[in-house]
């Protein structure tokens, strides 16, 4: 069984800043691509950062610049360093993962963590 864990949401005023850190667990045999959604309530999740595994990125056009997506393979784990947050920033974050899992027959899935609050307001 594979669990990807988020941390680093909160309240934060316009121009601040805040890490998300998202740790992937379990039956791990290897990961492919990590990448950072979010979610508005009555709106469909979209890509915020996304990295391969020997560190490409990609970001939405709203957030280059201020956002930074990196990733440590030895530990599982993937960051978004977000910095000169606006409110229109404010959203449930999600991690994603895609993993090739033991114990499913070193089958690939793609794996959500439980989703994090962000809030950008003065």
């Known amino acids: 069984q594979v669990q990807l864990v988020e941390s680093g949401g909160g309240l934060v005023q316009p121009g601040g800043s805040l890490r998300l850190s998202c740790a992937a667990s379990g039956s791990i045999f290897s990961i492919n691509n990590m990448g950072w959604y979010r979610q508005a309530p009555g709106k469909q999740r979209e890509l915020v950062a996304h990295?391969?595994?020997?560190?490409?990125?990609n970001y939405a056009d709203s957030v280059k610049g201020r956002f930074t997506i990196s990733r440590d393979n030895a530990k599982n784990t993937v960051y978004l360093q977000m910095n000169s947050l606006k409110p229109e920033d404010t959203n449930v974050y999600y991690c994603?993962?895609?993993?090739?899992?033991?114990?499913?027959?070193?089958?690939?899935?793609?794996?959500w963590g439980q989703g994090t609050q962000v809030t950008v307001s003065s």
């Open positions: 994603n993962a895609n993993i090739m899992d033991r114990d499913s027959g070193y089958q690939i899935n793609d794996y």
């Open positions: 990295i391969s595994r020997g560190g490409a990125t």
